[in-house]
């Protein structure tokens, strides 16, 4: 049994207080807290090992080179990669999904074909694809949620055709806190010749990821919001794909050789990490890892749904409270958005922040989905492992403090 006190003592930052109150961090989707252990492996290859990677013969040169290729192994065994060469390290999830619209998209896109996203995408999956069909013609197109928020694969099975090219879906939402049945929709995606590229930012960090059970061909996620650095993040791609692929940006580190007018290219990953990566980022992430695994993911996963059980009924019996998304905590990750009628979430986060609430309010990247759901913003609470019920109390008594305050449902 995880001791999840114990666990919580290892985030310092959560034992502060904001505006005279107890801290109760609600924004784990915007970006999680770094423990102690990460922040002692990121202090210590600052203090021993740092030094480029790749180029130097040195000792310590030697040593980062061998850390950084390190967290690459951890996180192919963390995702279940069939290879270290699937793995791409990016500044984060964006970067990530770029890489993909620019490099892969670049070559098998053309007027007329169809890429076909989800409507609940955050931008990032999202406007890469966009700006993609302009620039070459193809049409994007989107599938359709069902009446309790989440990805209607009979939609999917309308909108993917022959013609698809690329299915880009999230594996979970920032908003809805909907999973995506991504194995089906990969098969789906295959069946058609199409490739699926999955953003796993809301995923990987919150419950177990294998991509090769998956199927999916790419997948992105971010470091910040599972415990390690910002600025570090993962791309996987399936080998062969990588292969075939163009570079995403040219420099050092990415070439085989150079001449006067001509370049040959590095192998995967390396063709994709041109110029000194954030090897600090990468070893991080690693740190990170050993620790979500040394809670077990499974562990992590049940934790958070024990937390939504309580917030969730909780939140949908408030009055002047609307929940987005499906009211079964059973189909829930950590990310309940809401709003109080009658008032901006804007006010809401800030009247929440004055008790000591930490919470998200806006279109969370997301404006396609909130014109979908009829609203222009939302509040968002996001839970992680080190949340408690003493959370999820100061959360709904903070809402409660600011209907009061606004004197909601009285006017
Ligand atoms: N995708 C989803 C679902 C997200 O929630 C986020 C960040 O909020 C991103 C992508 C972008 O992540 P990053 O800004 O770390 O690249």
């Not at 594996?171 to 995506?180: E, K, P, Q, Y």
């Not at 958070?304 to 998304?325: I, N, Q, S």
Request: one cysteine or more.
């Amino acid at each position: 049994m995880t001791e999840w006190d114990d666990v919580r003592q290892d985030f310092p930052i959560l034992k502060q207080r904001v505006n005279g109150e107890r801290l109760a961090y609600l924004d784990n989707a915007a970006t999680t807290q770094r423990p102690t252990p990460v922040l002692k492996d990121l202090m210590n290859f600052y203090q021993h090992d740092n030094a480029n990677v790749h180029r130097g013969v040195h000792t310590l040169a030697v040593r980062a080179t061998n850390e950084y290729e390190n967290a690459r192994q951890t996180v192919q065994h963390f995702i279940n990669a069939a290879d270290e060469r699937e793995i791409i390290f990016t500044r984060g999830a964006t970067e990530g999904l770029n890489l993909v619209a620019a490099t892969y998209s670049r070559q098998h896109i053309h007027e007329g074909d169809e890429i076909v996203v989800s409507i609940a995408e955050h931008h990032s999956n999202l406007v890469p694809w966009q700006q993609l069909a302009i620039a070459t013609g193809a049409c994007l197109k989107y599938i359709d949620l069902t009446t309790t928020g989440e990805l209607d694969l009979a939609a999917a099975e309308k909108q993917i055709t022959d013609r698809t090219k690329i299915v880009a879906v999230t594996h979970a939402s920032n908003v809805l806190g909907t999973i995506t049945p991504l194995q089906q929709l990969a098969a789906l995606a295959h069946q058609h010749g199409a490739v699926i590229v999955a953003d796993g930012a809301q995923a990987v960090p919150h419950f177990a990821v294998d991509v090769q059970q998956l199927g999916v061909d790419f997948y992105a996620f971010s470091g910040h919001k599972m415990l390690s650095g910002m600025g570090i993040g993962v791309l996987y791609g399936r080998y062969d794909l990588l292969a075939a692929m163009p570079p995403y940006q040219f420099g050092g580190e990415m070439i085989s050789s150079v001449q006067r007018q001509s370049t040959t290219f590095a192998e995967p990953p390396y063709k994709f990490e041109a110029g000194t990566p954030n090897v600090a980022g990468a070893i991080s992430l690693a740190s990170a890892i050993h620790y979500l695994q040394g809670l077990g993911m499974a562990e992590v996963e049940r934790h958070e749904r024990e937390l939504v059980a309580t917030a969730l009924p909780r939140l949908l019996a408030e009055d002047h409270v609307t929940v987005y998304g499906p009211h079964d905590p059973a189909k829930h990750t950590g990310v309940i958005a809401f709003n109080i009628t009658g008032l901006h979430p804007h006010d809401v986060a800030t009247a929440l922040d004055m008790e000591g609430v930490a919470v998200r309010a806006g279109h969370h990247c997301a404006q396609p989905l909130m014109d979908y759901l009829g609203v222009t913003a939302t509040a968002r609470a996001s839970f992680y492992f080190y949340n408690n019920q003493q959370d999820v109390d100061q959360l709904i008594h903070a809402i409660r403090e600011t209907k009061e305050f606004f004197h909601v449902g009285s006017i």
